[in-house]
């Protein structure tokens, strides 16, 4: 099992909290049913903690690549009103959205 | 062979009734057509045809005779980038989103002379073992429509189990070409991590993600990756590496080829019935030639663990880009903030194992979280990804069960998600490690429904994997089998 500070006391996830850093209004009824499964699937996952992986280095991606470069060179992009086509609100070349800052 | 009877060919043969001139691509399109208009009924499989665009492509073809799929009918997942077809990874927030632009592949299929028949039906983003996440409704399995077709490429290999389309392109995370391609007795391939151009894919873990053929047989399989391989800029994680013309590796001999057999893979849940037909199999391969050897991939269990909080931590972080400004929906409900606009639009959009992968994948890296959980399962990934280097060092390929049961139940696990996770377990530690791995027809259980065997290779060694399924495939009569619709 996986606890904050790796004890045996399961952590109960606090979808409420979570869903607002992830940007996404959830029902009452949503953070109840979703916070026992997502218990359920990190109990489950806290079996990773039975690996020992003190020595061994993290693998982000599968391959050696590092900095793929490209020529610096001026190629055909989309034209502004391909780009805005499917924007559910737009003024002249612009996406509209309500109001950033009060 | 009457043209309205077309549909039931292999890509192989209908290039052959075209070098002899006995076919048009007009009629071998028209006998799909009246195949979809007969079948797709039941199975659901398809969420849009291109009715309007094909007499195009059609009319288009004529300077296309010589090309590698001129006149072959193609089913495209419902996450690839279609210029100006809809395209909405079935989920409600993407409803309307029609692509300025052509993904890569898609581009490569024009060239090839292929035709574009419509989009498949998709697990929501692709988060999903079974396409009952999709906002069109479930796809049904062609071998019993009461039973899931596996996903999430699941309306693509049913389009293709079914004869609704020859080809079909699926992307695979965790299993999703595979899984489906096993459920519904076709042939599978997730190419090798970089082989295949990702752009225009619509991302879900980009670590992971791998767009591959789901096809009737081994040899179609072939022709459809030499056709979407290879380098591409504009995907800086595609690899320019030497492409070979993978039809060369299909030869009917395995003599002295080394299987390995891990044994992780044959304990407990696995399916009695998938177990005797895998069993059987690997018997068929020694007979053929191959050296076969048990060994041990000892981290195998652990995979799951490791995927799903990898897969949902990269999902979460791609589906930031979801928040009604640019493209799909946006909630009518808040129009005077637009934080309240951003959380209600994707409270609206998203299904609810996207908002289930979206929290999870949220809280894996969230502060205080992210070495407990997202660091220790990159470490895992590297003992799982080391697990199977060692053994590639002694072997040339690797032999499993596709999936540990038989396509289940319509409704069985939709309630369960953690049961639905694990229905992925034999073919997550593939997309963990980048390599390739096949899924090709090893047998029917009582039932009638098919079971699939994986095959995994090295890096970019996909003629190794054409070359075993090719050899299974020749002797054995699995593949031949058609559902009856």
């Given amino acids: 099992m996986v606890s904050k500070d790796n004890n045996n006391k399961k952590s109960e996830i606090d979808v409420g909290y979570v869903a607002k850093l992830a940007r996404l209004a959830l029902t ?8 026992k499964q997502l218990n359920d699937i990190l109990g489950y996952i806290g079996k990773l903690n039975n690996v020992d992986t003190a020595k061994v280095q993290p693998t982000s991606h599968v391959l050696p690549l590092k900095n ?28 509209k959205v309500p109001k950033v800052i009060e | 062979m009457d043209y309205t009877d077309y549909y039931k060919l292999t890509c192989s043969e209908i290039q052959k009734l075209y070098r002899e001139n006995k076919a048009s691509p007009e009629q071998v399109v028209d006998s799909y057509l009246k195949r979809i208009e007969a079948v797709d009924g039941k199975l659901n499989a398809f969420v849009k045809l291109n009715r309007e665009s094909i007499d195009k492509q059609l009319k288009d073809l004529k300077e296309k005779k010589e090309k590698p799929l001129y006149g072959i009918p193609v089913v495209i997942k419902d996450n690839i980038c279609v210029r100006d077809e809809e395209t909405t990874c079935a989920s409600a927030i993407l409803k309307g989103f029609k692509p300025p632009y052509d993904a890569a592949v898609i581009e490569r299929l024009r060239e090839a002379g292929a035709i574009l028949l419509g989009k498949a039906n998709m697990d929501e983003f692709a988060f999903g073992s079974s396409c009952e996440t999709s906002c069109y409704g479930p796809t049904k399995n062609p071998w019993d429509l009461d039973r899931i077709p596996g996903g999430s490429s699941g309306g693509s290999a049913a389009a293709v189990s079914a004869d609704e389309a020859c080809l079909g392109l699926g992307s695979d995370t965790g299993g999703s070409i595979r899984q489906p391609a096993a459920l519904c007795g076709v042939v599978g391939l997730k190419p090798t991590y970089g082989r ?14 791998q767009i591959g053929p789901i096809t009737k047989d081994v040899r179609d399989a072939a022709l459809l990756l030499n056709v979407i391989g290879g380098h591409d800029p504009r995907d800086s994680t595609s690899v320019n590496a030497p492409k070979p013309d993978y039809t060369k590796s299909l030869i009917n001999d395995i003599k002295g080829l080394k299987v390995a057999v891990p044994k992780e893979y044959f304990v407990g849940g696995i399916d009695k019935e998938v177990s005797l037909y895998i069993g059987e199999a690997i018997k068929t391969l020694g007979s053929l030639g191959a050296k076969i050897g048990e060994v041990s991939l000892p981290h195998t269990d652990y995979a799951v663990s490791a995927y799903y909080i990898i897969a949902p931590a990269e999902a979460s972080s791609n589906l930031a880009r979801f928040d009604g400004v640019q493209y799909g929906l946006r909630s009518k409900a808040a129009k005077d903030s637009l934080l309240e606009m951003y959380n209600r639009t994707r409270a609206e959009g998203f299904g609810s194992e996207a908002k289930r992968r979206v929290i999870l994948g949220t809280y894996v890296l969230s502060s205080g979280y992210y070495d407990a959980y997202y660091l220790k399962a990159l470490k895992v990934r590297t003992k799982i990804k080391e697990d199977l280097e060692a053994v590639f060092k002694e072997y040339d390929c690797i032999v499993t069960p596709t999936s540990p049961t038989p396509a ?12 639905m996770y694990l229905s992925d377990i034999f073919t997550i530690p593939v997309n963990l490690a980048g390599i390739p791995a096949i899924s ?26 054409f070359k075993a399924a090719y050899a299974y495939e020749q002797n054995t009569e699995w593949h031949k089998r058609r559902p009856s619709l």
């Fill in chain 2, 440 to 465: 090709v027809p090893c047998g029917f259980t009582k039932n009638g429904l098919p079971v699939g065997l994986q095959i995994l290779g090295k890096p970019f060694d996909e003629e190794t994997l």
């Fill in chain 1, 28 to 35: 009452a009824d949503e953070i109840k049913r979703l916070g």
């Fill in chain 2, 196 to 209: 295949v151009s990702r752009y225009g894919l619509i991302a879900f873990a980009s670590s992971l993600d």
């Fill in chain 2, 408 to 419: 289940f139940k319509i409704g069985e696990k939709k309630e369960d998600p953690l049961s």
């Fill in chain 1, 68 to 95: 793929v470069e490209r020529t610096d060179k001026v190629v055909p992009s989309l034209r502004i009103e391909e780009t805005l086509k499917n924007a559910p609100l737009k003024e002249n070349s612009f996406f």
